[in-house]
T-cell receptor, first 113, second 114 residues
Framework: DVKVTQSSRYLVKRTGEKVFLECVQD?????MFWYRQDPGLGLRLIYF???????EKGDIPEGYSVSREKKERFSLILESASTNQTSMYLC????????????FGPGTRLTVT | AQKITQTQPGMFVQEKEAVTLDCTYD???????LFWYKQPSSGEMIFLIY??????QNATEGRYSLNFQKARKSANLVISASQLGDSAMYFC???????????FGTGTSLTVIP
């Protein structure tokens, strides 16, 4: 079974703090993704990576950066957290083979106060 | 324009009945994939079913089937014999061409009534 793990289920941070969200997958997947999920908006892609050290912006990259130094690990960084970044963050991974289905981690519910 | 549209924010179904969750999509690509995911209250997204644009048969996985109508650009999820454990959010998603990006709908909250 594919296993995608995220470092925290719940996180509370203060405005202006630097926040790291970690994601690890154990199935040697090439692709990894970070989404945020907000009620009524579905899932929106922040960044994705198709190889080590490679990244591409998704639909809402502003205020976020990512790092992928190892194939199994993909980190999302909030350089200076703001209250509008309070959300559920979901990490996913997939192979670069059809049908490309994505496997998700349990999510991190981040609250910025 | 929205790539994926789910027009039913919430649905109710009686236990053991069938239910259809609607999904329409928008793409000009000939090659694409359509996916359905389930998200229980625990938060984890669970992959349910996949339909490729060139697949002639509707996809089925156990109690899940995908009613694929290409000309209408719809990919509705049918759940047969609903169970209480089916209560969850359901998301439709699309991948275009050989791209890596998925586009998700806003989801439908399904509640199964005993």
């Amino acid at each position: 079974d594919v296993k995608v793990t995220q470092s925290s289920r719940y996180l509370v941070k203060r405005t202006g703090e630097k926040v790291f969200l970690e994601c690890v997958q154990d199935m040697d997947h090439e692709n990894m993704f970070w989404y945020r999920q907000d009620p009524g908006l579905g899932l929106r892609l922040i960044y994705f990576s198709y190889d080590v050290k490679m990244k591409e912006k998704g639909d809402i990259p502003e205020g976020y950066s990512v790092s992928r130094e190892k194939k199994e690990r993909f980190s999302l960084i909030l350089e200076s957290a703001s209250t509008n970044q309070t959300s559920m963050y979901l990490c996913a991974s997939s192979l670069q083979l059809a049908p490309y289905e994505q496997y998700f981690g349990p999510g991190t519910r981040l609250t910025v106060t | 324009a929205q790539k994926i549209t789910q027009t039913q924010p919430g649905m109710f179904v009686q236990e053991k009945e069938a239910v259809t969750l609607d999904c329409t999509y928008d793409t000009s690509d000939q090659s694409y994939g359509l996916f359905w995911y389930k998200q229980p209250s625990s938060g984890e997204m669970i992959f349910l079913i996949y339909q490729g644009s060139y697949d002639e048969q509707n996809a089925t996985e156990g109690r899940y089937s995908l009613n694929f109508q290409k000309a209408r650009k719809s990919a509705n999820l049918v759940i047969s014999a609903s169970q209480l454990g089916d209560s969850a959010m359901y998301f439709c998603a699309m991948r275009e061409g050989a791209g890596n990006q998925f586009y998700f709908g806003t989801g439908t909250s399904l509640t199964v009534i005993p």
